[in-house]
């Protein structure tokens, strides 16, 4: 679970981890989205793929990475909701 808050606690795997709740993407797709290197888009990738946050799916010469669970879709809604919630003023 500590690996899990650690892979979390990082703006660019929490942005790559926000697009793929969207739809899967491509390594490519995911430099464009977040604005950083290739190399650095890979290896964030692997980290969220090791704590089991992210999986991929290889077709010919391309990956293709997705949430790795539906609760971990619920775990990035929860996040997001969370986040919301404190930017808004209490009643």
């Not at 890979?42 to 669970?69: D, F």
Request: glycine share 8%; net charge positive; proline share 1%.
């Amino acid at each position: 679970m500590l690996a899990v808050g650690q892979a979390l606690s990082c703006k660019v795997r929490l942005s790559l981890l926000l697009q793929l709740a969207v739809d899967g993407a491509t390594v490519s797709e995911l430099v464009q989205h977040t604005g950083t290197s290739q190399s650095n888009v890979s290896n964030h990738l692997g980290m969220l793929r090791e704590v089991g946050l992210v999986s991929s799916q290889r077709n010919g010469r391309t990956v293709r990475y997705e949430l790795a669970s539906a609760e971990v879709g619920a775990l990035i809604r929860a996040l997001v909701a969370v986040a919301d919630s404190d930017l808004k003023p209490a009643k």
